[in-house]
T-cell receptor, first 113, second 110 residues
């Protein structure tokens, strides 16, 4: 099976812009979670989607949002970008049907100038 | 979600066995213990998962005592390529709200 894929792999934006990141889960996986990783804060949970519904949410401002499509692919959007949003954004998928192991994608490196 | 405590860093030499211990005193009945490995600029990679006693796979072993308040990841005969950050996670694996700790930075020296 192909692994979790994320696009784009690298992105440069300026403050105030918005950005959309995409994640394709492993085939058959229905749960997609998003994480932000920075040197200062480490890996932080953003939110999880299951069957097109947000099931869990971390402590991030409303500028961070996401959605999931019927084919389980997910997108994450960040509006009004701030310098502190520069990070590695990771997506993880799991079956969503019980005891879960999450499998991570390679991440999208976002740089906000 | 149980809070986890791991050493910040560890050093080892090629060929040695490395044991990384994670403390999770308030682990709940439904919680599983999972370990991930992460290389720079890559996503975490699943290593092993367990609930109690001992679990072994082709890359590692996980030892969990009866009280489940700690767990130990054992990496046999490490190589330079095992240099990475290792994360211990404890949580209800039916709930994908995973909280990573700071992780343990393992450096394997020649």
């Amino acid at each position: 099976k192909a692994g979790v894929t994320q696009t784009p792999r690298y992105l440069i934006k300026t403050r105030g812009q918005q950005v959309t990141l995409s994640c394709s889960p492993i085939s058959g996986h229905r749960s997609v979670s998003w994480y932000q990783q920075t040197p200062g804060q480490g890996l932080q949970f953003l939110f999880e989607y299951f069957s097109e519904t947000q099931r869990n949410k971390g402590n991030f401002p409303g500028r961070f949002s996401g959605r999931q499509f019927s084919n389980s692919r997910s997108e994450m959007n960040v509006s009004t970008l701030e310098l502190g949003d520069s990070a590695l954004y990771l997506c993880a998928s799991s079956p969503g049907s019980g005891i879960e192991t999450q499998y991570f994608g390679p991440g999208t490196r976002l740089l906000v100038l | 979600l149980a809070k986890t405590t791991q050493p910040i860093s560890m050093d080892s030499y090629e060929g040695q066995e490395v044991n990384i211990t994670c403390s999770h005193n308030n682990i709940a009945t439904n919680d599983y213990i999972t370990w991930y490995q992460q290389f720079p600029s890559q996503g975490p990679r699943f290593i092993i998962q367990g609930y109690k006693t001992k679990v072994t796979n082709e890359v590692a072993s996980l030892f969990i005592p009866a009280d489940r308040k700690s767990s130990t990841l054992s990496l046999p005969r490490v190589s330079l390529s095992d240099t990475a950050v290792y994360y211990c996670l404890v949580g209800d694996m039916g709930n994908n709200d995973m909280r990573f700790g700071a992780g343990t930075r393992l450096t394997v020296k020649p």
